[in-house]
């Protein structure tokens, strides 16, 4: 009854613990960004700037293993994942609404992470809630844990040790569970998640994400277990 009449209090607790989660990872990147060679002021303006988990990790994993002569290898691996917040892009340009200077903000903070809450609403209204508080929150703790772990990257020793890595997917994963009630649905995910994880070791960062989103959008634009079903129940009516 609570949750009917006070809808905003939901989107509020599933934006923050989501922007808690990912922000949590904010520590692995700055630890690793100081290890790969950066200094500390360099790590925060990227985090700053670019503000795309998967891009910064791409960044540094590829400068880290080339120096500086792997710097526009680097660029084109960070740029390939960052493709995707086009598209992000024009999927909340709706939700965002008109005006420059809001949408000039929104382009900041349109991430995985913020789009996922916004999509998951019934309701416009509380879509644009939850875009706003998902990316704001990120943008904010994901700075600050930036700054934290290039401050104490030494001390922290290998962020993967804490679990921090899977703070992020744990996140994902609450949203996406709820939304998988369809066979359509998982079969989406299912083939997209084997795509990715088959590539991941033979193409260059970015690619493995951008080939599973087209299969992603075959499978769910086909529909065929959709189609499968209706019948189905059709049958089972009878």
Known sequence: MDAVRHPSREVWREGMGVAIATSAYGISFGALAVASGLDVWQTCVLSLVMFTGGSQFAFIGVLGAGGLAALPSAVASAALLGVRNVAYGMRMSGIIGRG???????????IDES???????????????GFWITGLGVFVGWNLTTLAGAL????????KAWGLDAAAAAAFLALLWPRLKERQAVA?????????AVLTPVLMPGLPVLVAAVVAIVVGWFNWLGRDAAPACEEAAK
């Open 100 to 110: 420059f200077l809001k949408r000039a903000a929104a382009a900041q903070v349109t």
């Open 115 to 129: 789009t996922a809450v916004a999509i998951s609403q019934d309701d416009p209204k509380l879509g644009r809630l």
């Open 152 to 159: 104490l990257g030494d001390v922290l020793g290998d962020p």
């Open 188 to 196: 989406v995910g299912v083939a997209a998640a084997v795509v990715a």
